[in-house]
């Protein structure tokens, strides 16, 4: 049985599937096996697979119509034998020593269920992206699933490892967020709240940044975000100021994506909620402003 079981789930990636398995393969820590499962490809994905299915044993190869990432993830953990479990999408990539640096935390500390790091951004054709923020909130160990959700912390898919137990307490992937994302969220909030999460501050993998990509679907990604804040904070009394605060850094946290890519009204826009969910929230009163003037300076009305 290999150490680790690393899941590729993709969707037309011909393009970069070659460079994410690479990446596995060139890992300096060699006991992993790696599943892909390919959720309906239509491009040349099944004719660049078939050199690596020719020449490692440790590559298993499944096909399913097209269902979702999380439905495909789902279906390779339960083909997957690996004591711990690591996610890579095909058009990602890996530093050389991710998993060795996963796997000797996950070793020495049976407390830690989830260890994960840095990510790079990656345009499409490779070319780096500025990162200077990209530790700012990730920076965060121990038991933190309510910052999860109030987005104090983020986990970046890509360097996550975590233990087969933890799957096994908490479930499988919620196939209900299958299509419209942030099911790799979910399951990271499911086990934060069983088990320690453990942070490096390394780079520990590339994130390609595509136009087509599911996490730019705004109407998708939102429906998934509340139905994650309904899943496990139904509208009730007792529940009404944490929700009220993850609505808040949900949409502030839409609408510093808008700002960066300067579509300033819809940051705008979101700010506005963000602040009518929780008007204490002083970070989207300051990112408003800023917005706003960088609006204007455009010669924008900023309530079109």
């Given at each position: 049985m290999k150490?680790?079981s690393?899941i590729?789930a993709?969707?037309?990636?011909?393009?970069y599937?070659?460079?994410a398995?690479d990446?596995?393969?060139s890992?300096?820590?060699?006991?992993?096996?790696i599943?892909?499962?390919?959720?309906?490809?239509?491009?040349?994905?099944r004719?660049i697979?078939?050199?690596?299915?020719?020449?490692y044993?440790?590559?298993?190869y499944i096909?399913q119509e097209?269902q979702?990432?999380?439905?495909?993830?789902?279906?390779?953990?339960?083909?997957?034998?690996?004591?711990?479990?690591?996610f890579?999408d095909?058009d990602?990539m890996?530093f050389?020593?991710?998993?060795?640096?996963?796997v000797?935390?996950?070793?020495?500390?049976?407390?830690i269920?989830?260890?994960?790091?840095?990510?790079?951004?990656?345009?499409a054709?490779?070319k780096?992206?500025n990162?200077n923020?990209?530790?700012k909130?990730?920076?965060?160990s121990?038991?933190i699933?309510?910052d999860l959700l109030?987005r104090?912390?983020h986990?970046?898919?890509g360097?996550?490892?975590f233990?087969r137990?933890c799957?096994?307490?908490?479930?499988?992937i919620?196939?209900?967020?299958?299509?419209?994302?942030?099911?790799?969220?979910d399951?990271?909030?499911?086990?934060?709240?069983?088990?320690k999460?453990?942070f490096?501050?390394?780079?520990?993998a590339?994130?390609?940044?595509?136009k087509?990509?599911?996490?730019k679907?705004?109407e998708n990604m939102?429906r998934?975000?509340?139905?994650?804040?309904?899943?496990y904070?139904p509208?009730?009394?007792?529940?009404?100021i944490?929700r009220k605060?993850?609505?808040?850094?949900?949409?502030m946290?839409?609408a510093?994506?808008?700002s960066?890519?300067k579509?300033y009204q819809?940051?705008?826009?979101d700010?506005?909620?963000?602040?009518k969910f929780?008007?204490?929230n002083?970070?989207?009163?300051?990112h408003?402003?800023?917005?706003?003037?960088k609006?204007i300076?455009?010669g924008?009305?900023?309530?079109?």
């Amino acid at each position: 049985m290999k150490k680790v079981s690393v899941i590729i789930a993709t969707y037309n990636c011909a393009e970069y599937i070659s460079e994410a398995i690479d990446s596995v393969i060139s890992q300096t820590f060699q006991d992993f096996e790696i599943i892909i499962v390919d959720d309906g490809s239509t491009d040349d994905t099944r004719k660049i697979l078939d050199h690596y299915l020719n020449n490692y044993d440790n590559i298993k190869y499944i096909y399913q119509e097209n269902q979702g990432p999380g439905i495909a993830r789902n279906i390779a953990i339960e083909n997957s034998k690996g004591e711990y479990i690591a996610f890579l999408d095909a058009d990602d990539m890996w530093f050389q020593d991710r998993l060795e640096i996963g796997v000797k935390i996950l070793d020495e500390d049976s407390e830690i269920g989830l260890v994960h790091g840095i990510d790079i951004n990656l345009l499409a054709n490779g070319k780096l992206i500025n990162n200077n923020q990209k530790t700012k909130r990730n920076k965060l160990s121990g038991y933190i699933a309510d910052d999860l959700l109030l987005r104090k912390i983020h986990i970046n898919g890509g360097t996550v490892l975590f233990r087969r137990e933890c799957v096994k307490k908490v479930g499988l992937i919620d196939e209900n967020l299958s299509k419209i994302g942030v099911e790799d969220r979910d399951l990271w909030y499911r086990i934060a709240r069983e088990y320690k999460v453990k942070f490096v501050n390394k780079p520990m993998a590339y994130y390609r940044v595509r136009k087509n990509s599911m996490s730019k679907n705004y109407e998708n990604m939102m429906r998934a975000r509340y139905y994650l804040v309904n899943k496990y904070y139904p509208e009730g009394n007792s529940n009404k100021i944490i929700r009220k605060k993850i609505f808040s850094s949900m949409h502030m946290y839409f609408a510093d994506g808008y700002s960066w890519r300067k579509k300033y009204q819809n940051a705008i826009e979101d700010y506005l909620i963000s602040i009518k969910f929780n008007p204490l929230n002083l970070r989207s009163y300051l990112h408003l402003i800023k917005t706003m003037i960088k609006k204007i300076l455009l010669g924008q009305n900023c309530f079109l």
